[in-house]
């Protein structure tokens, strides 16, 4: 309160506050900064989001951009994918020219952005977030002196919404051809000078917005505002759909604008620190749930813009572990960012600038929106797992009557590859996505051990599923069951019997039997499944020692295609494990074959699996690997993925799955938990020989506090969430005991009890 007293004036106590609740000073690995501001979209600005407003931000000085998005504002129906959309835009002209000082920054332990400069004499500083709980975007301009916002800003729309103004609010309001409606109200509040509403339209002699990256294609709206000689600016923005999770209601729900307007008047705005606080409170109750450390870098590279560190990574190939920690903790920040209780993070997580942007920035089903939650629960964000289950559930009854028309035989239901949000998709069908959708029901059950989810939601879905193959599965004359027409994305033939097909289907019925087990439901039909899986044609080793991809041994050993759907059974399936030692080191030959390329989620993807080989210094070639630098901005993915200046995932173009597979990864190289044990550092690499982690979840609901020096396990301390038996391993030591649910237990690095429960 202090602090707040002394710093008061004009320069606004906000930016103060937001960094100085909760904790001190934010740690160097949990700041993202740059000397400029944002040059792209893609690559440069940085992104902010509640799980359904999403808002990328430039940090200009000149005119600022703040490019918005709500992740239900998508075109198509339940015959088509359609496309995820573009919202809007603000755009703030605030003619500060040649600034010195600047940092634009975005810390991701508060999820809050900073950007400061002088200009004119004047020191300036902005504080924006998307608050969760508030469900709106607070952007506040201040500066150190009175009068220096003289400028104007316009609310515009990506689909010729209607834009009016009433007094300081602007209201963007618009209806898709799919009847989907939706509403942007902007409310503008200013200390000091004048503020005004202009209807004349914009200046006709110039384009006010040339310059403005990205910002070629917007249409100026005839409102904006004009502010003259204000000593503080503060934006309050809050948008929405009236989509419903609802097939039966259509997809459609009530009209936003009631409860836009009161979001809107909630904020009290001479409170401001009442929504900061509550935003870091909110947004910290879950991202601190998980720490890492790797090993402390260089101060001299640490000190470095987070572009010129990146930059230097990839080209001195410096040692940067923190950098490597916050690109970790980056991938938690964009899932609590864009999977908080409503649609699940798309292709592009929900930061989205186009109305036709790459693959539609949809739900992918042979693998991308899969990778997207691998890191939510090993890195405790469970909850965050539910938007994505929920999300396959409200879409279900479409699919069942999708499937019915291209399967007339099945039950059950699939998914084609492309999917959107109202049970329509597009591009071939992938006919295993819901037996790899189902290991996703399978596996929030798995970490958390909730059985009453297990009986009433995921059970059902698992169940469902299994009846799909049980009516589509080939008999063969010797008894071997095999998936008729199957495609190993995205490449080779269609024909019976491929890989990714029989290990996903291998998978389910693992995962629907042991289900069936623990609720002791469906005897019969377990039983029957279980035999089902045993004459499942089963993984096959090839001429040159490698895993089969197809039934046929045609794999090329130059083939190094991004995907490697045959190895699902390694990771992230379980069907092949050092347990099978030939299969493993069959898997092994094939992954090394396919290359340490690829685009930027395949790199992802051979991070976990060389954590599930154990092999961590070969893992950690390919974290570095995905780390590339790299700046293009174009689509080509032979160009190789890699991670632009904002740590966005490049597919290329940016792709958020690899950012997500990434954090998984790292986790995977952690602990390991599928065989039924909790295995402790099985991958960790030389690169670390030091560290830490805190907060990582196994399953059988445990979960881990670790330490570690000189490569070897230190400490462990084991946490029941409702686990009770727990059979720990670290190397060829093994130690089982039982815990009670919240009770702990803490270990030494040879897996004695130092504090027992
Ligand atoms: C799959 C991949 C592509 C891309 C697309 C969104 O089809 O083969 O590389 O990631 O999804």
Request: no cysteine.
């Given at each position: 309160m202090m602090l707040i007293k002394i710093f008061s004036g004009f320069f606004s106590a906000l930016a103060l506050i937001a960094f100085a609740a909760a904790e001190s000073v934010p740690r160097a690995e949990s700041v993202l900064w740059y000397s400029q501001p944002a040059r792209s979209w893609m690559t440069e600005a940085l992104p902010l989001g509640n799980g359904s407003l999403g808002a990328m931000v430039f940090g200009r000085t000149d005119t600022e951009r703040i490019q918005f998005n709500v992740n239900s504002l998508w075109t198509g129906h339940e015959k088509d994918t359609g496309h995820y959309q573009a919202f809007g835009d603000i755009f703030i002209q605030l003619n500060h020219a040649a600034p010195t000082d600047y940092r634009r920054e975005l810390d991701i332990s508060r999820a809050v952005q900073r950007v400061r400069y002088v200009s004119g004499g004047k020191r300036y500083e902005r504080t924006a977030l998307i608050s969760h709980p508030a469900k709106v975007m607070v952007k506040h301009f201040g500066a150190d002196q009175p009068g220096g916002y003289t400028g104007r800003l316009w609310l515009t729309d990506m689909h010729d919404a209607k834009i009016t103004a009433d007094g300081s609010r602007i209201t963007a309001v618009g209806r898709l051809e799919n009847g989907l409606e939706y509403e942007a109200q902007l409310a503008v509040f200013s200390k000091g000078g004048k503020l005004r509403v202009e209807n004349s339209g914009p200046p006709s002699e110039s384009n006010p917005l040339a310059g403005v990256p990205g910002a070629q294609h917007v249409k100026l709206p005839a409102v904006s505002l004009v502010f003259e000689a204000c000593d503080s600016l503060t934006l309050v923005l809050a948008a929405d759909t009236n989509y419903t999770p609802d097939a039966a209601k259509g997809w459609r729900g009530v009209h936003p604008h009631a409860e836009l307007t009161r979001r809107v008047d909630a904020v009290r705005v001479d409170a401001l620190q009442d929504v900061f606080r509550e935003h870091i409170v909110d947004y910290q109750s879950l991202f601190k749930r998980f720490q890492l450390s790797l090993g402390k870098s260089d101060s001299v590279i640490a000190g470095k813009p987070t572009d010129q560190r990146l930059l230097a990574y990839t080209r001195d190939k410096t040692r940067d572990p923190q950098l490597e920690e916050m690109f970790v903790q980056y991938g938690r920040y964009l899932l609590i960012s864009s999977s908080r209780g409503g649609l699940p993070a798309n292709l592009q997580g929900l930061w989205n600038e186009s109305n036709k942007p790459m693959w539609r920035s949809d739900y992918h089903s042979n693998i991308n929106v899969q990778m997207n939650y691998w890191l939510a629960e090993p890195t405790n964000l469970s909850e965050l797992h539910l938007p994505f289950l929920h999300y396959v559930r409200s879409q279900i009854p479409v699919y069942r009557e999708r499937t019915r028309e291209e399967y007339p035989k099945s039950r059950g239901w699939t998914v084609r590859t492309e999917n959107g949000i109202h049970g329509g998709g597009s591009f071939v069908w992938n006919p295993p996505g819901s037996a790899w959708y189902a290991l996703h029901f399978w596996e929030h059950y798995a970490f958390t051990g909730d059985l009453a989810y297990l009986r009433d939601i995921a059970y059902p879905v698992i169940k469902e599923v299994c009846q799909f193959w049980e009516d589509a599965l080939m008999e063969r004359p010797d008894g071997t069951l095999v998936a008729p027409k199957g495609w190993s994305p995205e490449h080779g033939p269609v024909e019976a019997g491929v890989s990714y097909d029989q290990q996903i289907i291998y998978d389910l019925f693992t995962n629907y039997v042991e289900a069936a087990d623990k609720l002791g439901l469906d005897r019969a039909y377990r039983d029957k499944i279980a035999t089902m899986r045993g004459k499942l044609l089963k993984p096959k080793i090839g001429s040159w020692g490698q895993l089969q991809e197809w039934e046929t041994d045609r794999d090329n050993p130059k083939d190094d295609h991004r995907h490697v759907s045959h190895l699902f059974a390694l990771h992230p399936g379980r069907q092949i494990s050092s347990l099978s030692p030939d299969l493993f080191e069959a898997a092994k030959v094939s992954l090394r074959a396919r290359g340490?390329?690829?685009?930027g989620w395949s790199r992802a993807w051979k991070i976990n699996f060389w954590a599930r080989f154990r092999d961590g210094d070969h893992a950690y070639v390919m974290l570095r690997n995905l780390m590339t630098a790299v700046n293009n901005v174009g689509t080509d993915m032979r160009d190789g993925g890699g991670v632009y200046p904002n740590l966005f995932d490049a597919h290329p173009p940016f792709q958020i799955d690899g950012n997500f597979g990434a954090s998984a990864g790292v986790a995977e190289m952690l602990v390991q938990s599928q065989t039924g044990e909790i295995d402790l550092l099985p991958a960790l690499p030389a690169a670390w020989p030091d560290g830490s982690v805190s907060g990582l979840c196994a399953r059988g609901g445990f979960t881990l506090d670790l330490t570690w020096s000189a490569g070897r396990l230190a400490s462990v301390r084991v946490t029941s969430t409702g686990g009770t038996n727990a059979r720990l391993r670290v190397g060829d030591q093994v130690r089982e005991f039982s815990l009670r649910p919240g009770a702990s237990i803490s270990l030494d690095g040879s897996l004695k009890t130092i504090d027992p429960p």
């Open positions: 340490d390329g690829g685009t």
